[in-house]
T-cell receptor
Framework: EDKVVQSPLSLVVHEGDTVTLNCSYE??????LLWYKQEKKAPTFLFML????IEKKSGRLSSILDKKELFSILNITATQTGDSAVYLC?????????????FGKGTRLHILP | NAGVTQTPKFQVLKTGQSMTLQCAQD?????MYWYRQDPGMGLRLIYY???????DKGEVPNGYNVSRLNKREFSLRLESAAPSQTSVYFC????????????FGDGTRLSIL
């Protein structure tokens, strides 16, 4: 059965700290891994990773994929209170008519001022 | 830019009532999806549609029906609402050209009494 497991499920840190969020997966016909940030409403797209070892970076956020060990990490440096959100990891697997997208349960991150 | 539009934003139903959640996208995307999100459960796929006129079951289809009447619109119907269907429902769409992430609507918060 395809699955995506995120850890930790919740995390509380102080502003300025660096955090690492983890995502491991088991899927057949892997196509890509995606990270989303969800505040009060819709998830917003952060990164799509398809190749091992290539870091994607956007400001203080970065992510990398290891296709051999089947995991990805999302790093946030110099955290700010605006980074408080649920971070969702999703894995896309090739299907017959369309790709299947499986979400993890998310990591709830809270940044204390 | 409207993106993905869901209506209504909130709804309260009594057990046994029926209703249809509407979703429309203006990005000319082929694929559309319906998810439900429950506390601590991440996003779970209910149904998806790879193209106009086709629909497929996702992870949790029981108790729901869908219609993809045209390329823009993908509706989700609850024929006889049950308290277990209390959830936040998200619609998403995606282009199948290249490897593109999903775009999400703002969600419909549904409560079944």
């Amino acid at each position: 059965e395809d699955k995506v497991v995120q850890s930790p499920l919740s995390l509380v840190v102080h502003e300025g700290d660096t955090v690492t969020l983890n995502c491991s997966y088991e899927v057949t016909n892997f196509r890509s891994l995606l990270w989303y940030k969800q505040e009060k409403k819709a998830p917003t797209f952060l990164f799509m990773l398809t190749s091992s070892g290539i870091e994607k970076k956007s400001g203080r956020l970065s992510s990398i994929l290891d296709k051999k060990e089947l995991f990805s990490i999302l790093n946030i440096t110099a955290t700010q209170t605006g980074d408080s959100a649920v971070y969702l990891c999703a894995v896309e697997a090739r299907g017959v008519r369309d790709d299947k997208i499986i979400f993890g349960k998310g990591t709830r991150l809270h940044i204390l001022p | 830019n409207a993106g993905v539009t869901q209506t209504p934003k909130f709804q309260v139903l009594k057990t046994g009532q029926s209703m249809t959640l509407q979703c429309a996208q203006d990005m000319n995307h082929n694929s559309m999806y319906w998810y439900r999100q429950d506390p601590g459960m991440g996003l779970r796929l209910i149904y998806y549609s790879a193209s106009e006129g086709t629909t497929d079951k996702g992870e949790v289809p029981n108790g729901y029906n869908v219609s993809r009447l045209n390329k823009r619109e993908f509706s989700l119907r609850l024929e006889s609402a049950a308290p277990s269907q209390t959830s936040v429902y998200f619609c998403a769409s995606r282009s199948r050209r290249g490897n593109q992430p999903q775009h999400f609507g703002d969600g419909t918060r549904l409560s079944i009494l």
